[in-house]
């Protein structure tokens, strides 16, 4: 299989990966917000209550199992959110490297970037080494002051 190849079905994976991640938080955002209606009493048996209708907030026994279900259900979605934000900086590297070796120039992929936000140049280096043979550091950091 090309090296190149891999390279790109590596970038877009970390890139797919990040997308359900971040459509599975929503879920569970989705989840706790009809969740703290429901400890409210503004949903009965499923359906939002009619306005002007009374709410009766859930007591006891209940309301604790519903919290206790809110917490984890709040420390899953803290965790794929965590996991999220870890995928992004290895997208980045993955989708720069493929991008350097097919010889597109820099400037055309990230029209502007920040000071603060850099890409990381080793992992950069280290992708480029390992799925288009031995570089040069200085090559690519050459290609990304060129922009």
Request: glycine share 6%.
């Amino acid at each position: 299989m090309n090296k190149f190849l891999k390279l790109k079905i590596k970038a877009c994976s970390l890139a797919d990966e990040a997308h359900r991640i971040h459509r599975d938080e929503s879920k569970l955002t989705a989840q706790l917000k009809r969740s703290r209606m429901y400890l409210k009493g503004r949903i009965v048996n499923g359906c939002s209550l009619e306005k002007g209708a009374t709410a009766i907030p859930i007591e006891g026994e209940e309301r604790e199992d519903r919290k206790t279900f809110n917490f984890e259900v709040k420390s899953m979605r803290d965790e794929l959110r965590e996991h999220r934000h870890g995928l992004r900086p290895e997208a980045r590297a993955s989708f720069l490297a493929y991008r350097f070796l097919r010889g597109m120039p820099y400037k055309r992929i990230e029209n502007t970037c920040r000071p603060d936000n850099s890409p990381d140049l080793d992992r950069i280096q280290y992708l480029v080494e390992r799925f288009g043979g031995p570089r040069n550091k200085g090559e690519i950091e050459e290609w990304l002051k060129a922009a």
